[in-house]
């Protein structure tokens, strides 16, 4: 990720309530339907102070603001209309949890841009980005694929706990470019 475009934006001026967000299109394998039923189980467990905040267009778009709309989630679930990638990293910082429950995700760059940013994350185990979440953190960052249920429990965590792991350099571009040129792909075999 470049720690250029995406960082911490000191006093970011964020909502009264818990804001969680997600960018990605609207594809099945994505799974937006099971982050708006997480949700919907939060709130009829009590949690009112929260809201989903969904970037993205696609296929499930209509079906995903049909529920929405037909389960009176309205106030707690809000479309955006898609930004310019300049503007990603406000929308990183104005939320306080970023979630993206794909099921099928070789890696997910918007992960890395969130951690990037100091916004914690929940991803789905087993894909892509689990290789790279330190090993002590995963059981509070990796629901079950298409589980509203797992991904509730992993939200309510995020949201009891209200903490950021800190970012593990390495992962900047600079850093793992410098090291793919010192690598023995080049011949260096230091």
């Known amino acids: 990720v470049d720690k250029g475009k995406f960082y911490l934006i ?12 997600c960018i990605a299109n609207f594809w099945p394998i994505k799974d937006h339907i099971s982050l708006i039923k997480a949700i919907e189980l939060l709130v009829k467990d009590g949690i009112k102070d929260i809201d ?15 529920y929405v709309k037909e389960n009176n989630l309205s106030s707690f679930v809000i479309f ?5 990638h300049t503007e990603i990293n406000k929308f990183y910082n104005e939320i306080d949890l970023f ?12 992960y890395m841009e969130a951690w990037a940013s100091n916004t914690p994350f929940i991803a789905i185990r087993e894909q892509g980005i689990s290789e790279v979440i330190p ?43 410098s090291a793919f040129i010192n690598s023995s792909f080049f011949g260096n075999n230091d």
Do not use: H, W
């Open 80 to 84: 955006e209309k898609e930004r310019a």
């Open 135 to 177: 090993e002590k953190e995963r059981k509070d960052l990796l629901a079950e694929e298409q589980s509203s249920e797992s991904l509730k429990e992993k939200i309510l965590i995020a949201y009891n706990n209200r903490r950021s792991y800190p970012f593990d350099e390495k992962y900047d571009i600079k850093n793992t470019i």
């Open 10 to 21: 000191a006093n970011t001026i964020k909502s009264k309530k818990y804001s969680i967000g």
């Open 52 to 66: 989903l905040r969904l970037i993205g267009s696609g296929e499930r778009l209509k079906d995903c603001q049909r």
């Open 99 to 110: 979630v993206m429950p794909s099921y099928y995700e070789a890696f997910g760059c918007v």
